[in-house]
């Protein structure tokens, strides 16, 4: 296990702990399967890959612990214009390209965006803490 992993699941657990939500083998199992991956699995693919390590999860059982974790802030929810969600664990602020054709999600970094202030037109809407960018197109394998 490497470092990063290491630190995100310690992270994980004390973040559990200062919420009263309890490290269960499953919840730990899930959110280390999701740190692992690179690719911004479905519910669906998180889960289809944790039942070799555990048969008799539910699909339901991965549904409700990630929308608890996203509840949380633990993970991040990858909002896409298909009907299925996406996940994924990151411990710092990023945006996603994502491919109309492939469906791959690319992470990348944008400070400009960052550290911009919402338009006044947003801000009169309310008082909003992220941002998060979102580009489609298609990726360079996909040309």
Same mark, same amino acid.
């Given at each position: 296990?490497?470092?990063?992993?290491?630190?995100?699941? #310690?992270?994980?657990?004390?973040?559990c702990r @200062?919420?009263? %939500?309890?490290?269960?083998?499953?919840?730990?199992?899930?959110? @280390?399967?999701?740190?692992? $991956?690179a690719?911004?699995? &479905?519910? *669906?693919?998180?889960h289809?890959? !944790? !039942?070799? /390590?555990?048969?008799t %999860? @539910? !699909?339901?059982?991965v549904?409700? &612990?990630? #929308? &608890?974790?996203?509840?949380?802030?633990?993970?991040? +929810?990858?909002? &896409?214009?298909e +009907?299925? $969600?996406?996940? *994924?664990v @990151?411990?710092?602020q990023? =945006?996603?390209?994502?491919? *109309?054709?492939? #469906?791959?999600?690319?992470?990348?970094?944008?400070?400009l965006?960052?550290?911009a202030?919402?338009p *006044?037109?947003? /801000?009169? $809407?309310? =008082?909003?803490?992220?941002?998060s960018?979102i $580009?489609? #197109? +298609?990726? /360079? =394998?996909?040309?």
């Open positions: 296990m490497g470092d990063t992993l290491l630190h995100q699941i #310690g992270a994980f657990q004390q973040a @200062s919420q009263n %939500l309890r490290v269960t083998p499953q919840r730990l199992e899930i959110f @280390s399967e999701l740190a692992r $991956a690719d911004h699995p &479905t519910v *669906e693919k998180l289809h890959r !944790l !039942l070799q /390590r555990m048969p %999860l @539910s !699909l339901d059982t549904y409700r &612990t990630l #929308g &608890t974790f996203v509840e949380l802030g633990l993970v991040n +929810k990858v909002e &896409t214009v +009907k299925q $969600a996406h996940f *994924e @990151s411990l710092r990023h =945006h996603h390209l994502i491919c *109309e054709k492939c #469906g791959i999600i690319i992470d990348f970094d944008w400070p965006i960052d550290q202030d919402l *006044e037109e947003a /801000r009169k $809407a309310g =008082h909003f803490e992220r941002k960018l $580009a489609y #197109g +298609k990726c /360079r =394998h996909c040309l």
